[in-house]
Nanobody, 122 residues
């Protein structure tokens, strides 16, 4: 069982930056993939980025490529999402999740955090 806790959300103006953290407890990420997803009001949850814990391979949604960066700290079992050049359309609740497959498919992720709000004003 993996418990995930996100932190680092907040409010920022367009063009600003935020860094989200996703800390694991219960067990380490091991061979899991860890993904970040987001859900804006009235919209479906969507994939943002994923990292394969052991290999470090990453996969980004086109909408965030070049602006967001995912990274990991093996020793701390923490995954970070550095978000730069934020836009109002990035406003959403951001969730981290862990799953056995390195994939953007939401249903393949079994463990989810509670989410953290990111609000970008214009």
């Amino acid at each position: 069982q993996v418990q995930l806790v996100e932190s680092g959300g907040g409010s920022v103006q367009a063009g600003g930056s935020l860094r989200l953290s996703c800390a694991a407890s219960g067990r380490t990420f091991g061979s899991y993939a860890v993904g970040w997803f987001r859900q804006a009001p009235g919209k479906e949850r969507e994939f943002v980025v994923a990292i394969h814990w052991s290999s470090g391979s990453t996969y980004y949604a086109d909408s965030v490529k070049g602006r967001f960066t995912i990274s990991r700290d093996n020793a701390k079992s923490v995954v970070y999402l550095q978000m730069n050049s934020l836009k109002p359309e990035d406003t959403a609740v951001y969730y981290c999740a862990a799953g056995r497959l390195f994939t953007p498919v939401i249903s393949e992720y079994n463990y989810w955090g509670q989410g953290t709000q990111v609000t970008v004003s214009s």
